[in-house]
T-cell receptor
């Protein structure tokens, strides 16, 4: 079964801690994306990568970091510098960014205690 | 002005009703357009792409008007299972821009 997996589904973090969210896809897609969704709001782009070993900041990159060492994997680290990290985090991928739509993983719900 | 703007919700309709969602976008160079459905606390899932000629998939019809920069989604004979948030999405040079979503609640 081809698809995108994210783990964990729920994550609790203490203030001041870094935490890494996993995203893996077996769709052979070149491009991968991280979004954040807050209650009642649309999705906002954090980071994206169109090819291995390359990534770009999205609209709200401050306090986040990513890596893209393998085509299948695009982990997101939420650092202690992110002032309001409690949110629903969604990973997506696409084969042809210019025209194709994106397919989403099931998301990780992060809560900072 | 927001890049992608949708009707504010929620829409509360009875089963069997026809409901229409509207969306406008600000970038005339946008290349492709989509409607996604998002259930509560779940990921968005592609409902349908939107083509200039208009396209239909069962009870769902999507229309695009490039001149007016306007996209619509029509749901006929609505079902309880159609209750969800509907997201209008525009592809701008490989970057997806999401509307804030319109919530639909279909009641018995």
């Amino acid at each position: 079964d081809g698809g995108i997996t994210q783990s964990p589904k729920y994550l609790f973090r203490k203030e001041g801690q870094n935490v890494t969210l996993s995203c893996e896809q077996n769709l052979n897609h070149d491009a991968m994306y991280w979004y954040r969704q807050d209650p009642g709001q649309g999705l906002r782009l954090i980071y994206y990568s169109q090819i291995v070993n390359d990534f770009q900041k999205g609209d709200i990159a401050e306090g986040y970091s990513v890596s893209r060492e393998k085509k299948e994997s695009f982990p997101l680290t939420v650092t202690s510098a992110q002032k309001n990290p409690t949110a629903f985090y969604l990973c997506a991928s696409t084969g042809t960014p210019a025209i194709d739509t994106q397919y989403f993983g099931p998301g990780t719900r992060l809560t900072v205690l | 002005r927001k890049e992608v703007e949708q009707d504010p919700g929620p829409f509360n309709v009875p089963e069997g009703a026809t409901v229409a969602f509207n969306c406008t976008y600000s970038n005339s160079a946008s290349q492709s357009f989509f409607w996604y459905r998002q259930d509560c606390r779940k990921e968005p899932k592609l409902l349908m792409s939107v083509y200039s000629s208009g396209n239909e998939d069962g009870r769902f019809t999507a229309q695009l008007n490039r001149a007016s920069q306007y996209i619509s989604l029509l749901i006929r004979d609505s079902k309880l299972s159609d209750s969800a948030t509907y997201l209008c999405v525009v592809n701008e040079g490989g970057k997806l821009i999401f509307g804030q979503g319109t919530e639909l609640s279909v009641k018995p």
